[in-house]
């Protein structure tokens, strides 16, 4: 937790100073209180008093009660200023961290496990800074103080508060360990239910499809009840604290008042007897104020458990270290456009026994298509993520525009790249802004017609001039609104919009009809001339047309040439070939 706070800034250490000023003062007064209540006990038995005695120091004490609410709303403010500002910055921090993450960064942790950490977890230390940072300071100065206040009324009164300070302890050390593991279960057990009700929610379809609402309900069901009974066994437990405050707290009231009683009764003159009963009044305020510093740790007590665990989650996020080190600034001058090489490129998952992709070789020029085939599992999606260097190469090296990928700012490599991921994703918005979404300039404002031109591309531009909105038109999360085909020509559209480069379709074509994938292709090539395409697909009639065409298999180059060469002389490209096409439309 102090690793974590070691990220507060001079604003925020400077509030908490000036809120430790008016705890002290809060305090004080708190504390001052008990004084002239023993001044009004003290004139209430001396006869001849006035009411005006009497009204003096009652008048102090509304007077420091009435600067105690004041300060204890000042230190309030602070307190959740400081909370708020905090964690809004940590949150902050937690997304960018998690955004500087590499692909094999990111699968350390789930996606529902990511959420709860960006919100349930920071929420939990809110609720702890806003409330500690009055309780944590506040309580052992009240405890202190109140014991130095009565440290010289009587031996006997002392002891049996030190004796209820000690139950005190005890009780809330019982229940600490008691609650602490259940509450590290909670965050767990609620990173489990976002992961299923996210499950259900995003295959809600499927599950209808396949009857399977039965089984989704007790899968759901299973994962709450799980975190509920956790939950109720962590708040009965603390359920125990207000009881067996209250109870300590009332046996120590009654046990000042019996000693006192025996005390008074033993004294010898009715003034040694008023000092006493004036004393008992005074330590039984100042006990109870005691009592109420222990009452205030409690209340840290009981979100001391969560939150611990919740900042361990938070530092997690925090502590990992993206595994792809990125450049401020490119190394080196580009002397070349739009061309790509492999040099004995080898790469292999962490832990992996083999590697994903082996000794991999080849180039491409300005304006030329390359493509991948081979079976599933043969290493096409991973040989492409190297190029936008989303994983880093075990061995050898990967080249854009004759510069290693490494050498280039991560800003720069993405300008230069267009990246149409297996998964169309479209984010909510319009159509305009999803289009738009990827700039490669300062000021890199696209008009109507450069959106159109990318649509006209991707084959797209009709079903978006049907809608009554055209460009306008609303795009629901996850593109839910549009058919997969559609998603992926808008997915299309926007990579072709930054007019990069190098185009990466891996396996971008695969909900497009014969028809739309030949129209989009001849597009390509007439408008993206001279934009390297990299293309990873799974039918031969999407890459027939390619420069060049790497054959993979187990990560390994089984072949490597044009279309013709390979349906002549390679065995693992015929075999995929024959299984789709007859040898007629193969020769045609």
Known sequence: MIKLFKRLNKKEYTMIAISLVFIVAQVWLELEIPSYMSTITEKLEMKGTTVSQIIQPGMMMILFSVLSAVA?????????????????RLRG??????MDYSTHDIKKFSVSSLLTRSTNDLTQLQQFIAMGLQVIIKAPITA????????????????ATAVAVVILILMLTFILLLVQP?????????DRLNLVTRENLSGIRVAHAYNAEEYQNDKFNKANKDLTDTNLFANRVLALMNPGMSFISSGLTLSVYAIGAIIINQAASPATRLTLFSNMIVFSSYAMQVILGFLLLSIIFILLPRVSVSVSRINEVLDVKPSIDEKVDTVGTPEESGTIEFKNVSFRYPDAEADAIHDLNFSAKQGQTVAFIGSTGSGKSTAMNLIPRLYDTTDGQVLIDGIDVKDYSEKDLNNRIGYIPQKAVLFSGSIRSNINFGKTGVDDKKSDNDLY???????????????????????????DNFSGGQKQRLAIARAIARKPEILLFDDSFSALDYETDQKLRTALKEKAEKTTKVIIAQRISTIMDADQIIVLNDG???????H??????????QEIAYSQLSKEELAE
Do not use: C, P
């Open 72 to 88: 204890a709303i000042i230190v309030g403010y602070f307190a959740a200023h400081v909370a708020a500002g905090f964690t809004a």
């Open 93 to 98: 921090d937690v997304f960018n961290q998690v």
């Open 144 to 159: 202190i103080w109140a014991i130095t206040k009565i440290a010289n009324k009587g031996w006997q009164w002392t002891t």
């Open 182 to 190: 259940k509450f590290k279960m909670v965050q767990s057990l609620t």
């Open 453 to 479: 031109q990318a649509l006209d591309i991707a084959q797209s531009r009709d079903f978006v001039e049907d809608k009554k909105n055209k460009l306008d038109s609303k795009v629901a999360q996850h593109g």
């Open 556 to 562: 390994r180059v089984a072949g490597q040439g044009t």
């Open 564 to 573: 013709a060469e390979l349906l002549k002389n390679n065995e693992v490209y």
